[in-house]
C-alpha cells in the first residue's frame, strides 16, 4: 500500500506517517516545513502545496491514498491576513484533489475542524448542524468540505472529511496558540507559575487522542463505505472541564478575565462514524493526564 500525507510534518501528520510505516505502507510526506524527527522509512518533499500542481503532480503516481493535513492553522494569521490564507488553504486543497484526480488514486481522507460549528447553542455537534465560520481558517477548511464533496460527486474521487475536536496526546505542541491546555497548564507547573485559568474554568471541550484521530484516517483508507463525500466528527462525544484538568495537574491556579467570543462548550456527536466507520475512542484525557503528568 502506497499513502501520501501532506502537512506530515506537523503534529498530527508525524503522528499518522509513523503509523502507516508501523502497518507496512510505502509513505510519501510532502510538507513546506522541514522537521528534526522525520520518519527513516518515510520519504520527504519540501513542497508548498499552494504552487502550480504540475510541480508536484508526479508524485502522486501509483499512490492509493492521500491524507490531506497541510494548511495555515494559524488563527492570528487568517485573521491579519485574510486574503494569503483562504488562498493558500484553498488552493492546496484543490491542487491536492486534483493530483488524485488525474493520478487515479483510490481515496482522499480531507482534515477539516470542528471550528466550522463557531459558537453554536446546539449541543453536541451533529454533522448536520448548520457551521458558522468565524474566519478564514474556519472558511477555508469548509470550503475543503465542498471541494472533496464535489469531486466524488463530479469525478468519482473516493473522499472522506473529518472534522477534529480538541486533539491531544505524544508531540503535541508545549506552548503557543497550537498547544493543548493540558500542555500550557505543564508547563506552567514546571515553572513554578500559576496555572492560568480563563474565568471560572467550567467551560467544556471535547478531547480526543492523536492515536484515535489517526485510527480514524486508517479506518477510512481501509473500509468501502456506501457513499463518499460525508463529513464525520472526531470526538469522544464527553466534554470536560478545563478546571478538572487543571485540578489533576496543580493546585496553584489563577483567574484571568475570559476572552470575547470565547466558546464555553464544545462536544461532538460521534454516532455517525461509529456507525459507519466502527469507531470509537479509546484514551480518555484524564487517565491520560494522570498517566503522563
Known sequence: MKSLVTG???????????????????????????SVQK?????????????????????????DNVFHLASEISIPYCVEYPNESMSNNTLSTLNVLECCRIHNVNKFMFSSTSAVYGNTFFIPSFETNQVHCLNTYAISKYTGEQLCKMYYELYGLKTVIFRYFNVYGEGNPKT?????????????????????????????????????????????????????????NVGTGVGTEIKEIANL?????????????????????????????????????????????
Open 176 to 232: 503557543g496558540q497550537y498547544a493543548p491546555v493540558m500542555s500550557i497548564f505543564s508547563q506552567q507547573k514546571l515553572k513554578k507559575e500559576p496555572l492560568t485559568i480563563i474565568g471560572d474554568g467550567h467551560q467544556t471541550r471535547d478531547f480526543v487522542h492523536v492515536s484515535d484521530v489517526v485510527l480514524a484516517n486508517i479506518l477510512a483508507s481501509q473500509k468501502e463505505m456506501k457513499t463518499y463525500g460525508e463529513v464525520y
Open 39 to 63: 520518519n527513516k522509512k518515510a520519504l520527504y518533499y519540501l513542497q508548498d502545496l499552494s504552487e502550480r500542481h504540475t510541480k508536484y503532480s508526479y508524485l502522486f503516481e501509483g499512490v
Open 249 to 293: 495537574i496543580s493546585s496553584y491556579q489563577i483567574s484571568v478575565p475570559e476572552r470575547p467570543g470565547e466558546v464555553l462548550h464544545s462536544r461532538a456527536s460521534i454516532d455517525k462514524i461509529k456507525n459507519d466507520l466502527a469507531w470509537n475512542y479509546s484514551i480518555n484525557v484524564l487517565d491520560w493526564i494522570k498517566n503522563n503528568d
Open 8 to 34: 506530515g510534518c506537523g503534529f498530527i501528520g508525524s503522528n499518522l506517517v509513523n503509523r502507516l510505516v508501523e502497518i507496512g505502507h510505502e509513505v510519501i510526506v510532502l510538507d513546506r516545513v522541514d
